[in-house]
């Protein structure tokens, strides 16, 4: 994939703390008055700043100048690092603005590259008046230019990764959206077919029941799958989240399967988070169905949710306990697994989906997840999750 520089935020876009640190490292390691990034702009024939330390006046609020008017230009545009000892004898400077009396006298300035090897601009130090840099100094500008090059190439990677994610998304919805639609069709045909039903014989009033469970379990594989196609891709904008809210919700939802099973459910006040509503709330209700679904028999579900701040780490551990059926020790490894199942679907029926959303949910939340049981007596699942900022 390719962005522009642009896209990496590395033209016309305002400072950041990752790039002026390195500019204030350079100025602290070499001993000088001014570092910058410079970036070069070939459409616009000019220098961009991302990052200055020491400019003044003009210079500090536009971030820019016109190319032939600093020495910047010649590290992108010959590919090769600029050691300057003093501006008014160095050959390659000759005749140029770089000689004026108001301009800096030594500098270095070390090439930045792209992934493909392409070099987009430098880091450079200046000093006011002639200096021998040593081969010290020059060795430690060209490791922090190697800095400057590994935080573009990680950006890189990221925005790569992010773009990946949201195709890998973006096909998940456009595979269900189009797998509804037979579906569909094939759910109008049963519903005729059910109106005839007095009139098939018993095996074929048997098959007509197995094609209406098989389609079930189809049309929930496929509401799964796009619930879990919403955790995939970049962190969308956050928002403040009511997680009790969200849990009331939930509850309201699920308030058939808890008349069927008699189940009650306990819960202290939940926090107040920043983070995605919709994968909050999908991951509550695969936990609380999971703890209405495996239940052992003639056991009435008890659902006990409670909250512990933990100050030192500025978040909410959030505990779903349950007097389930329970998870064998052997398998607590593998739940959180896509498509994991541990019981034949005739018995607890399920897509093998529902724990892998809840930890892409909570890992996309700068969170966690974990389970604990004894494999026999019930399960519990504690999921992390940052303050409210």
Known sequence: ???????????????????????????????????????????????????QQGHTGDLLRS?????????????????????VNDARLHPALKGTPAQTPDQPRAYIGMPVYMPAGQVIGGLCVMRPDPHEWSEAEIARASKLAGCVSDLIHLRVAIRTSEQSR????????AISHDLKSPANTLRMIIDEIILEKDRLSPDLQGFLGNGLAALSRMDTQIEDVLTYAHTIG???????????????????HRQGMIDETGATITAEALPTVKGDAIQLRAMLDNLISNSLKFTRPDVPPRITITVRHDPEWRGHRISIADNGIGIP????TKVFDMFTRLHLPDIYPGTGIGLALCRRAAENHNGTIAVASDGTNGTTFTVTLAEAA
């Open 166 to 173: 949201r195709e890998q998304r973006d096909f998940v919805y």
């Open 63 to 83: 971030r820019e100048l016109p190319m032939g008017q600093t020495y910047c230009q010649q590290v992108p545009l010959k590919s090769a690092p600029l050691i």
């Open 329 to 332: 020790k052997q398998d607590q």
């Open 234 to 252: 970049p962190k969308q904008g956050f928002t403040t989240v009511d997680l009790s809210q969200l849990l009331a919700e939930v509850i309201a």
């Open 1 to 51: 994939m390719k962005f522009t520089l642009q896209d990496l935020g590395l033209l016309d876009a305002p400072p950041e703390p990752d790039f002026d640190n390195l500019t204030q490292l350079a100025c602290d390691l070499m001993q000088v008055p001014v570092a910058h990034i410079s970036v070069l702009d070939r459409d616009k024939k000019r220098i961009f700043f991302k990052s």
